[in-house]
């Protein structure tokens, strides 16, 4: 008989498109499979776009993530989560670029961890508000003090005004409680590269300051979930 899993769920969101929510979750998620665990992504949005990044992949090097086309159920997210929870380590929540998705809030109440990508540009800061409020709101609903992250993404280092803004991100003095990781995703040809191969950084040539910037990033979410950076067997 399987052994009982209860996996750390987390909630991959924004209502803002195009912040990076699916490369982002892809990337974070075929990060933990190569560490050895049983992860699981599931694709909320209906543009599918994470279900064609796990399906590009070749069978004989298949994406180290198993795929759920949450999307397309018709019953109830939030019980069908607690019975894929079951099954897994991990199950990583790519939501649709909208905050009043059923499928976001149910995910959000039973997290272990939220991730809210962005971008920073100042259309794409300023658009934060609604992603913290919910946040806020479904650890009242719940009564979980659950963790919330902001992850920069295709941050360019070299440009003053992303620095500052990512700087703000890392207090958040309006959310204090919502901080940037430590870690941000670059602005890499890397990380869409992938998603042609149905693979991660990993397997892209030339790609060691990705892959340690993902290394860098699953180690701080590792922490946060109080789980080992590595599955133990
Ligand atoms: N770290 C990165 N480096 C380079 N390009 C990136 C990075 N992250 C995201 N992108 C690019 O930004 C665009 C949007 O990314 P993505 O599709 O992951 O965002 P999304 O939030 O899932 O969008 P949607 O709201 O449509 O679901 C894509 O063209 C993607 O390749
Ligand atoms: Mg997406």
Redesign the pocket.
Known sequence: MATKKAAKIVTVF?Q?????????TCQIAGTFGHRGYDVLVADL?K?S?ASKWLSAADESAPFPASLWAGHMYKGNIATELGKLSEKYDLIFL?C??AVDQPGTWASLLVNDLAII?TKLGPADTDALHDAFELAKRARIESGLNFPVRVLA???RKARADERIALGKLAQNERYPDFPAFKTS?????A??RA?LYGATAHSMPKAGDAVEELESLADEIAALLAMPKRKTK
């Open positions: 924004n803002k498109g195009g912040a990076g929510k699916t490369t982002s949005d543009q776009s790519d649709a670029p990508p993404t295709a941050y995703l670059a602005d890499r040809i990380y869409p998603m």
